[in-house]
């Protein structure tokens, strides 16, 4: 567990000081974060097979995650999107070291606490997704993507040769419908049957409405676009993680319109030791769509029965930006284990 703290919680003093005191803090900190993690992952040994964890452990720093990024979230509010900190153009590599922050920590820590069996961490997760205007993903994730993962119904899956460009508006509106009909299944066959207004995204449209809101009157108009810049960057982190990690990868058709069950075919991973530590073993994929409920630090990874990445997360969701290039390092990959 010290790794994982490590790796997640280093970074948090460099993004204070960034939105602080700005540049050059602001600048060390994108690079901890967009440079560092990488070449780390190229010096440190692969991390394979199993952690030998016990039941339960990590649930400490999951939660300690969670206030952590609230706590970094108000003070962007006031730091970056208004005129308590940084000021100029020094708000512009605090910010996007923080997106990486949040799309590299708080969110595998959110994907994380929507998973536990706890109430009280799923709602603590599903809150972090609404501070990013992306709490439809606490329903679409669990309810949508682990049924029909690596199948034509999943919209988060990314299907051989699409262009992460072509899948990044795809991915967002139909999860956002998917994960609405779900909450909306289950709303009616509640026993009792519940009010709409307890649907789920109601809860999110609030919390965005009031932090848009604390934006705008933090810092204005530029305070919004701020606080909407750094959502976006996230968001794109957050499907470029579906995308890289499901990339053209499928399960056999069965009757009945299933599937055949997860295996660990259907799910890119990377052993690489650092990325993994600071995104909670979220790499580790194949693992967590086999055994959902399974803590972060009890994933297992098998290279001779799973896919395998050429890079680390990071420099993979980086390379699918360029889709020519991605696609001549990944289809034939992709292809080989598809037969």
Known sequence: MTGFAIATLGPVPLLLLGMGFGAPWGWLALTAMAVLVPVLDRLLPEAEGDTAAKDGLGTGLSLCLGAVHLGLMALALLWL???????????????????????QVAHPDAHELIHRPGRRSRRLGRLIYATLLFGHHASAHPKVHHRW???????????????????????????????????????RRAQPPRSPWRHPYVGDLVVAIALCALAWGSGGLQG????????????????QADYVQHYGLLREPRGN??????????????????????????PRHSDHHMHPGRNYPALRITPRQMPILPHGLPVMATLALFPRRWRRMMDHRATRWRD
């Not at 590599?93 to 949040?102: E, G, K």
């Not at 419908?177 to 909306?184: K, L, N, S």
């Not at 319109?257 to 979220?282: D, F, I």
């Open 81 to 103: 999107c208004g005129p308590g900190g940084t000021q100029g153009w020094a708000v512009v590599p605090a910010a996007v070291a923080l997106a990486l922050w949040f799309g």
């Open 149 to 187: 993962v690596a199948s034509p119904n999943d919209p988060n899956t990314a299907r051989l040769g699409e262009s992460l460009w072509h899948f990044l508006p795809r991915a967002w509106a139909g999860s956002w419908r998917a994960g609405a009909r779900a909450e909306t299944r289950d709303l």
């Open 257 to 282: 319109g299933k599937c055949e069950p997860v295996g660990p075919h259907h799910a890119w991973n990377t052993p690489h030791a650092a990325s993994s530590a600071m995104m909670l073993n979220a």
């Open 224 to 239: 919004l676009l701020v606080y909407l810049g750094i959502c976006a960057l996230v968001q794109v982190q957050i499907l």
